[in-house]
Nanobody
Framework: QVQLVESGGGLVQPGGSLTLSCAVS????????ISWYRQAPGKERELVAL???????NYADSVKGRFTISTDYAKDTVYLQMNSLKPEDTGVYYC?????????WGRGTQVTVSS
């Protein structure tokens, strides 16, 4: 079992930036994939970015060039740097960790992009 705690959400104007953090309760060296998802009101949860054990990152087309996922192995923390934010980026952002067949979720952090 892996516990995940997201933080860093908030209200930001269009064009602004935020950095989300996901604190992981165990060494992220042992985690196969860590991902960020988001869920907008009335919509399904969607994958935003993921990073696999070897460090390769993948992004949804809607965030490519604007978002960056990264890891701090010393702190067992995963970050999502979000730049050039748009109103459509609004939603609850969740961290997910997969180890084999097991998948764990955090409780999410709200991001609101509005003027």
């Amino acid at each position: 079992q892996v516990q995940l705690v997201e933080s860093g959400g908030g209200l930001v104007q269009p064009g602004g930036s935020l950095t989300l953090s996901c604190a992981v309760s165990r060494s992220i060296f042992r985690i196969n994939t860590i991902s960020w998802y988001r869920q907008a009101p009335g919509k399904e949860r969607e994958l935003v970015a993921l990073i696999i054990a070897v460090g390769e990152a993948n992004y949804a087309d809607s965030v490519k060039g604007r978002f960056t996922i990264s890891t701090d192995y010393a702190k067992d923390t995963v970050y999502l740097q979000m730049n050039s934010l748009k109103p459509e980026d609004t939603g609850v952002y969740y961290c997910n960790a997969k180890i084999g067949d097991f998948s764990s979720w955090g409780r999410g952090t709200q991001v609101t992009v509005s003027s």
